[in-house]
T-cell receptor
Framework: KAGVTQTPRYLIKTRGQQVTLSCSPISGHRSVSWYQQTPGQGLQFLFEYFSETQRNKGNFPGRFSGRQFSNSRSEMNVSTLELGDSALYLC????????????FGAGTRLSVL | SQKIEQNSEALNIQEGKTATLTCNYTNYSPAYLQWYRQDPGRGPVFLLLIRENEKEKRKERLKVTFDTTLKQSLFHITASQPADSATYLCAPSNYGGSQGNLIFGKGTKLSVKP
């Protein structure tokens, strides 16, 4: 079974631009969560989608948004990029069953210049 | 608010010794706790899950304990090897239901020296 796939692996953008990251979950997983990871803050939860609906949201500004498609693939968008948005963005899928064991992709490394 | 603390940012040990990592949580009563391993530039990988009614769980050289009175989990790696060098993250949680995501501690970076 294929794992979680994130594209692209690396991105370089400038301040003010916007960016879209993509995530393909493990087949059969309906829950997709997005996390931001920085050296100072660790792994922080952005939002979770389940059956095309945002089910949970972390404490991030509205510049961060996402969506999920009917095939469970998900995209995350960041508008008006700031220097502080430089981070590793991780997507994780889960069966969303009794336990929320997360299966992570390799991440997208975003650098904002 | 919920708080998760992992004992130290970094832990250095000698090959062959037992590494012990600590995860403490406050303002929370998790039904289970998960441990993940993360290598540089990669996503975390699930290692073990322990439920609140389990005192101890083992998997090969790994052992996890869960003390709901102390609000603490200990993660042990016995006979540690340089290949065990990585960052280890804990995630206390309640059962799924309406929440598919996890809240993670900041992690402990383990370095095993030969």
């Amino acid at each position: 079974k294929a794992g979680v796939t994130q594209t692209p692996r690396y991105l370089i953008k400038t301040r003010g631009q916007q960016v879209t990251l993509s995530c393909s979950p493990i087949s059969g997983h309906r829950s997709v969560s997005w996390y931001q990871q920085t050296p100072g803050q660790g792994l922080q939860f952005l939002f979770e989608y389940f059956s095309e609906t945002q089910r949970n949201k972390g404490n991030f500004p509205g510049r961060f948004s996402g969506r999920q498609f009917s095939n469970s693939r998900s995209e995350m968008n960041v508008s008006t990029l700031e220097l502080g948005d430089s981070a590793l963005y991780l997507c994780a899928s889960s069966l969303a069953g009794e336990t929320n064991i997360q299966y992570f992709g390799a991440g997208t490394r975003l650098s904002v210049l | 608010s919920q708080k998760i603390e992992q004992n130290s940012e970094a832990l250095n040990i000698q090959e062959g010794k037992t590494a012990t990592l600590t995860c403490n949580y406050t303002n929370y009563s998790p039904a289970y706790l998960q441990w993940y391993r993360q290598d540089p530039g990669r996503g975390p990988v699930f290692l073990l899950l322990i439920r609140e009614n389990e005192k101890e769980k083992r998997k090969e050289r790994l052992k996890v304990t869960f003390d709901t009175t102390l609000k603490q989990s200990l993660f042990h790696i016995t006979a540690s090897q340089p290949a065990d060098s990585a960052t280890y993250l804990c995630a206390p949680s309640n059962y799924g239901g309406s929440q598919g995501n996890l809240i993670f501690g900041k992690g402990t970076k383990l370095s095993v020296k030969p």
